[in-house]
């Protein structure tokens, strides 16, 4: 599909994240005013609840644009997701008549504070990417038996916490917890040594389902995806995760991107799952192509240095899609509601640049990294932003996720010192 060209000039250089192709949604501020919803395009920010109050844009009878979340939305059924991509193209194209009217409603993006797009009910975190399993497998268990036996037949994963979901921009604060090196005889109380990222794709669930369905229909009740950054304590981890899986290590902090990338905009870059070596069971069997081609890149930058890139790696890399990690989710009669949002597990290829976390990059502390500022690194100091970048590359255009950042914070004085 070749660009689509806008009357927003900035939205049709090649290299620009947010064309008329993409179109993401946001919640979006700016001095004085209260968050409500906002499409990118280009440079600016077309204000939701502004053209939903002057009647340019009627979804529905109530008004849903003007809450901080796109949850309501996403609510009124894919229907409606379709009717209001098609209005907004019309609104945008180049030679739109509405063009002056739309105008008065664009916000410079310079100008507007970022939010959490939506309100997340529900976290689940997968460990999809083959390579990153493999790689994790062998260093906190065995090389020759790396991948667990249950890897290859269904999506392994574990329910997160929603309440530590965050956006772009937000600080992470260094966790303490409960620690056990190789060199302890006993566990010890410790700030986390080994904090870490995990480079990952975030699905959204937006038609909510009470029953088992069909990958099918879980491709279908997926609305968009976000970059998410799931911040992992991995001396944390490898001492309390045998044998229901991460707790405390996953519950510090996942950032997520701040701008919704829909289905739509991603619909030309979708690619196949990769072959099987064990044919699926039915009820999570690949119905067509279910991955994107997004490329994917991770930089990380000292308190006040110039970023390195660490890693690049796709999304195209993962075993498993979104749409099979819902179906599979929903098979024990879990509801899923609107909002719930799917780690896809980290994104890692199968070399080394291409891995998508520390603890991969640096072999468990083994071979640390130089950045280009000359600092070594085998996991995260206070200070260090970790940078998340996502794009799709069409004929002509970009569909861009915008950044997905955090800096890591001091731990706080020991909460339990008396
Ligand atoms: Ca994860």
């Known amino acids: 599909m070749p660009l689509m060209k806008s009357w927003v000039a900035s939205a049709n250089d090649?290299?620009?994240?947010?064309?008329?192709?993409n179109l993401p949604y946001g919640v979006f501020s700016t001095e004085g005013t209260e968050?409500?919803?906002?499409v990118a395009i280009g440079d600016m920010i077309l204000d939701m609840a502004a053209a939903e109050e002057t009647g340019l844009i009627k979804i529905s009878e109530i008004p849903v644009f003007d809450a901080p979340y796109w949850n309501e939305f996403m609510d009124l059924g894919s229907d409606a997701w379709?009717?209001?991509r098609a209005r907004l193209i019309a609104l945008l194209s180049d030679g739109s008549e509405a063009r002056a009217a739309v105008e008065a409603l664009l916000v410079p993006m310079a100008d507007a504070t970022l939010h959490m797009p939506l309100v997340v009910p529900e976290y689940t975190d997968f460990y999809a990417g083959r390579h990153h399993a493999v790689n994790v497998g062998s260093m906190f268990r065995d090389p020759a038996n790396a991948l667990p036996p249950n890897w290859l037949h269904i999506p392994i994963g574990y329910n997160g916490r929603a309440s530590s979901v965050i956006v772009s921009g937000t600080d992470v604060r260094r966790p303490w917890g409960q620690l056990k090196g190789p060199n302890d005889d006993l566990p010890r109380w410790g700030k986390c040594a080994r904090f870490d990222i995990e480079l990952e794709m975030g699905a959204i669930v937006g038609t909510a389902s009470d029953a088992p369905i069909t990958v099918q229909e879980a491709d279908d009740n997926i609305f968009g995806y976000v970059l998410l950054n799931d911040w992992s304590a991995r001396d944390i981890q490898a001492w309390e995760y045998q044998p229901l899986g991460p707790f405390q290590a996953k519950a510090t902090a996942t950032t997520i991107s701040p701008w919704i990338v829909t289905k739509a905009a991603l619909e030309p870059f979708r690619t196949d799952t990769p072959e099987r070596e064990f044919e699926l069971l039915d009820h999570i069997k690949d119905c067509?192509?279910?991955l994107y081609d997004i490329d994917l890149e991770v930089t990380m930058a000292p308190a006040g240095k110039e970023p390195t890139t660490i890693?690049?790696?796709n999304y195209n890399e993962m075993y498993y899609s979104a749409a099979q990690q819902l179906?599979?989710?929903t098979t024990a009669g879990s509801p899923m509601n609107v909002g719930d949002l799917l780690g896809s597990g980290t994104i890692s290829g199968s070399e080394k640049e291409n891995r998508g976390s520390l603890l991969e990059l640096s072999w468990g502390g083994k071979e640390p990294m130089t950045?280009?500022?000359g600092e070594e690194r085998s996991f995260i100091e206070d200070g260090d932003t970790l940078t998340l970048k996502g794009a799709a590359k069409g004929d002509g255009y970009t569909i861009g996720f915008g950044d997905c950042?955090?800096?890591v914070i001091a731990a706080l004085d020991d909460p339990y010192a008396r």
């Open 14 to 21: 090649a290299n620009h994240p947010f064309p008329l192709n």
């Open 35 to 38: 968050e409500r919803c906002g």
């Open 327 to 329: 179906a599979h989710h």
């Open 82 to 84: 379709d009717e209001l």
């Open 288 to 290: 067509g192509p279910m």
């Open 311 to 313: 890693a690049r790696t």
């Open 405 to 407: 950042v955090g800096t």
């Open 371 to 373: 950045l280009d500022t």
